[in-house]
């Protein structure tokens, strides 16, 4: 007896969307990977991207209230990153010629991107995470002192971007944030939220 059989071919699985803080990476760093990018680009990029996740949690908090970002181990990293703003706007204060302003970003930015090379994991999920996480724990329990640094950008990027609207961080991050649901409800349909956000957070101003 012949058995008649005929091979199926498997489909492979589509590639699940990177969480918000991995594409945000992937858009600033363009065509070139992240391995092998000289630090000072790594660290460029992923002040970048945390620079828009703080807007995005500013402007919408709720998408980002999930157990990784609420817990304490990632609240304190976040008041490392509000102690160091704090204390590079004093020393601005004190002496604004010789001090450059160090925004919250570039402080995540430098601390992400350092742990990572020295780990030796430049990889855009797990870097993209830990950027989301970080950035996202700052906007959330340091809001206040968000609110004043967000004033102080605003007045310095309006005499850098001389163009017709004003520059606005909360803006341009909640914008990055519809534009990646958008995308990701395309390739995956399903809930409008961000990968492991509680069911019903409420969506704050």
Do not use: K
Request: hydrophobic share 40%.
């Amino acid at each position: 007896m012949r058995w008649f059989w005929r091979r199926t071919t498997e489909q492979s699985p589509a590639e699940p969307m990177p969480g918000f803080g991995a594409w945000l990476l992937l858009q600033f760093a363009g065509e070139e990977p992240l391995e092998g990018m000289p630090f000072a680009r790594l660290e460029r990029v992923c002040s970048n991207a945390a620079s828009l996740v703080c807007g995005a949690a500013f402007a919408r908090p709720g998408p980002f209230e999930r157990p990784e970002v609420l817990r304490p181990a990632m609240r304190e990293e976040a008041a490392v990153v509000s102690r160091r703003t704090a204390d590079g706007f004093r020393a601005a204060l004190a002496d604004r010629e010789n001090t450059v302003l160090a925004w919250p970003w570039e402080h995540i930015g430098t601390s992400v991107a350092w742990q990572a090379t020295r780990a030796g994991t430049v990889e855009a999920a797990q870097l993209g995470e830990r950027v989301e996480q970080l950035a996202a724990a700052y906007g959330i329990y340091f809001r206040e002192q968000l609110t004043a640094v967000l004033d102080l950008w605003r007045q310095v990027a309006a005499g850098v971007y001389r163009g017709e609207q004003e520059p606005d961080l909360p803006r341009m991050g909640a914008q990055m944030l519809a534009a990646y649901e958008a995308q990701r409800d395309r390739e995956q349909p399903g809930p409008s939220r961000l990968p492991g956000a509680r069911r019903g957070a409420a969506s704050r101003s």
